[in-house]
Each structure stands twice: as C-alpha cells, then as structure tokens.
C-alpha cells in the first residue's frame, strides 16, 4: 500500500512543483526568446487552461484502459513534454508544449487519486491520501525556493529539466508497482457533455486568471466567466437528461458527497486562494523580494506536510466530518489576525500563525476529500475524484481572484485597509468552509457511527 502511495506521489509532485517554479521564471524566459511578456504569459496560462479541459475526460478514458495505464501514460507525456520545453527554440514552440503538458498534469492527481482508493478501500483510504497530500501541498511552495535556486545558479531551461530525473524515477517504478487497473464498461463517451465542461472549465479559470493577473473585474473577463458558468450550467441540464454522463453529477443526491464536496471547494478557495493573497502581502505589504516571499511562506506548508499523515489517520479512526470541522475552527482562528495586526508586526508571530494554519488545512482539506470518495461506490470513484479536483481548482481560482481584486481596489486607501479588507474575505472562505463541514458531520454521524481501526 505505501510503496504504490510513493509511487504515485511523483506525478502528483511533479504537477504542483510545475506550476510554481515556471511561473517565476517568465521574466527570463521572454528576454531568452526575444518575447513579450503578455505572450509569455501564455506560458502559465496554457498549462492551467490544458489542465482545465483534460480533467472532465479522465474518469471516461480510466474506465476506457484502466487508470493505471492513464496514469503512466500521462506521467510519460508530462515527462517527455518537459524535455521538450527545455528544448523550445521559440516562443510559440514552449506555449504549444506547455499546453501538451497541461493535458498530462490535469489526469495525474485525479488518477492517482483512484488508484489509490481502489488499491487500498475505505477503511485505510485516510492515511494513504494524507500521503499524496503532502506532495500536493508541499509542490506548489517549494516552487518560488526551487525556481529561484535554479535562475540564480543555472538558465531557465532547468525549470523543465529538472521534471526529467523525477519522470524517470516515477516511470521506472510505475512500471513496476502500479496496477494497470480493468477496463470497465465506459459507454460511448458523451461528445456533447465533454464539449461543454470542456469549453466552460477553461473559460473560467482563464477569466478568474485574468482578475488575478490584472487586479480588476473587468469587463471582458466577466462576460468570459459568465459565458464558462453558462456552459457548466447547461451541462448539468444535459447530465440529468442522458443515462451516461461524462460526468456523473447524480453523486451530489447523496448528502454526504454534497457536502464533502461543499467543504472541498471552499476550502480550496481557502487554501490555493491564499497562495496569492500571502505572496502579495510579503512583496507589496511588507517589501519581500520573491525568493524572500517563497522562503517565508514555507512554514505554512511545512506545518500541513507536519500534520498532514496526523489527520489521515484520525480521519480513518474518527471519520471525516468532526475532524474536517476542528480544522476549519483553527483555520479561521489563524487567519483573523491577518486583518487585525498591523503590516509591521513582527515576523516570529507571523510565522507562528502561518505554521498553525498550515497544520490547521491539513486537518481541513484532507477529510474532505477522503469522506467524499468514501461516500460512493468504487466504481464512481474516477467521477467522485474527478469532480473534486474540479471543485479545488474552481474554488482557489475564484478566492485568488477576488482576493487579488479586494487587494488591488482597496490599495489607493494604502496597503493596511487594503490587505485587511482581502483577510476579511479569506476569514469568510474559511468560515464557509467551517460550516461545510459542520453540515458534513452532522450527516456523517447520523448516517453510522465510524467504528475505530
């Protein structure tokens, strides 16, 4: 059980590391390439747009070859499309490899995460999830330190060749350790449904992007996210009305799923939404050059990667709803000060509060995930797991927008009101993710006691 968790573990590092470490270096990357960097941009927001349209066709495809096979083969894409990357002699040419990678990274996490649950049943599935966690969660903060080493010490071709050794280790091991998984009765896939998640995911996430990049709600980015809900909306129409669905929404009827689910996405928003606020606060609120930033910031995902096998485990001993509810209590504890302190208070406390809520996400995001996928049979894992990536992303793209946008609409009053009005909004993510999961243990507990291992 723990060696296929290992072994998972890389695909899941790889994607998160990916998209933090290219970010940071898309300054160098447009000088290199004689590129501007509006169109260099399109080299983050490729990969996250890809990675928005492939995840809604993972569930049908692991059914269709078994995720096992889905997922080395998407790990072999993303490795391969890394080489590639450090090999773009153009700009054009490292925004279509981007894209290629995206598609690979948006099947990783989805898939890993049913070969684990299949591998290993409900009864351990808390313990084994918490591991993949800490790559998930470690990945994304380890990837300013990272980036930066590599700019200061090497070029920038390194913040794709470093993904190669990782594939190959993962690969080799793969290869020996995961099961291939049986091909399922997968059904003629849904052209219609897939069309339109597929069109309404990025549409969203890219103007929810375009908030985040450029601080304000404006016009065209609206008419986007509209047009993207629009499309997610007609989906759910056309899911109820066909007898299979790309994705299964019927698994939100069961209360438990629901609200899971419902916990997940605002503590998405809670967690990957705060990984822009933070950044912002160090660098614009108290003058932290980037590499600073990153080094700071890592308590915080040091205290989630501290708990994070604590919290697998009470979840399998205890259940998920009574723990995902301490969690989201210390959460909004840790948080409220944020926007009471003054900007100069001094570093010790802020480090203190961020390795508590750190700890305090474990104890959050983890249950939720795994009292979701409990929650249905093992032949809807691939939709439950599926939909629950989507509900993360959803939710950390929408709080970093509208955090992103509180900060930079209040700024002209100066950077205290500023930062203190985004922290309220951070203070009600996480409030609604504490009552998520109060909705969530009440249904648990009285659906059936969770007997102790």
Do not use: K
Not at 70 to 83: D, E, H, M, N, P
Not at 193 to 209: E, K, R
């Amino acid at each position: 059980m723990w060696r296929l968790a290992i072994v998972i573990v890389f695909g899941a590092f790889m994607s998160g590391l990916d998209t933090s470490v290219v970010a940071l270096g898309l300054d160098t990357v447009a000088a290199d390439l004689d590129s501007d960097l509006a169109r260099t941009q399109w080299v983050a927001n490729g990969y996250l747009l890809a990675l928005a349209v492939s995840l809604p066709a993972s569930a049908w495809v692991g059914r269709r070859i078994g995720v096992g096979r889905l997922w080395l083969i998407a790990l072999t894409v993303f490795t391969v499309a890394s080489g590639l990357c450090a090999a773009a002699g153009s700009i054009g040419w490292l925004i279509a490899l981007r894209v290629i990678q995206g598609l690979a990274a948006g099947l990783l996490i989805p898939t890993g995460q049913t070969i684990l649950g299949q591998a290993v049943g409900p009864d351990r599935l808390g313990r084994v999830m918490a591991t993949l966690g800490i790559a998930v969660t470690l990945a994304p903060a380890l990837g300013p330190s990272v980036g930066g080493l590599l700019l200061t010490i090497a070029s920038w071709q390194w913040l794709f060749l470093i993904n190669l050794p990782l594939g190959a280790i993962g690969l080799t091991l793969g290869c020996r350790y995961v099961p291939r998984g049986a091909r399922a009765d997968a059904g003629p896939l849904d052209v219609t449904g897939l069309v339109l998640l597929s069109s309404g995911l990025p549409l969203i996430v890219y103007a929810l992007t375009a908030w985040t990049e450029g601080r304000t709600a404006d016009p065209r980015s609206l008419a986007l996210l509209g047009l993207g809900a629009a499309l997610l909306l007609a989906f759910g129409a056309h899911a109820r009305r066909v007898p299979r669905p790309v994705l299964n929404i019927r698994l939100f009827t069961d209360p438990l799923y629901a609200a899971a689910a419902a916990t997940a996405a605002f503590t998405g928003a809670a967690m990957f939404g705060a990984g822009v606020l933070f950044p912002l606060y160090y660098q614009v609120g108290r003058g932290a050059d980037v590499l600073d930033t990153g080094l700071l910031l890592i308590s915080m995902s040091a205290g989630t990667a501290l708990l994070l096998p604590c919290s697998g485990w009470l979840v399998d001993r205890y259940g998920g709803g009574v723990v995902a509810l301490a969690g989201a209590v210390a959460m909004v504890v840790t948080t409220a000060p944020f926007a009471l302190l003054p900007l100069d208070v001094e570093e010790p406390l802020l480090q203190a509060l961020l390795l508590v809520r750190g700890m305090a996400l474990a104890l959050t995001a983890v249950p939720a995930t795994v009292t979701a996928y409990r929650a249905v049979t093992v032949d809807r894992l691939p939709d439950a797991t599926t939909q629950i990536n989507i509900l993360q992303r959803l939710g950390g793209a929408l709080g970093g927008a509208v955090f992103a946008v509180v900060v930079a609409s209040r700024l002209p009053d100066g950077p205290a009101p500023a930062f203190h009005a985004a922290f309220w909004h951070l203070v009600a993510a996480s409030a609604a993710a504490l009552l998520a999961a109060a909705w969530m243990t009440v249904v648990e507990r009285r659906r059936a006691p969770v007997a102790p291992h």
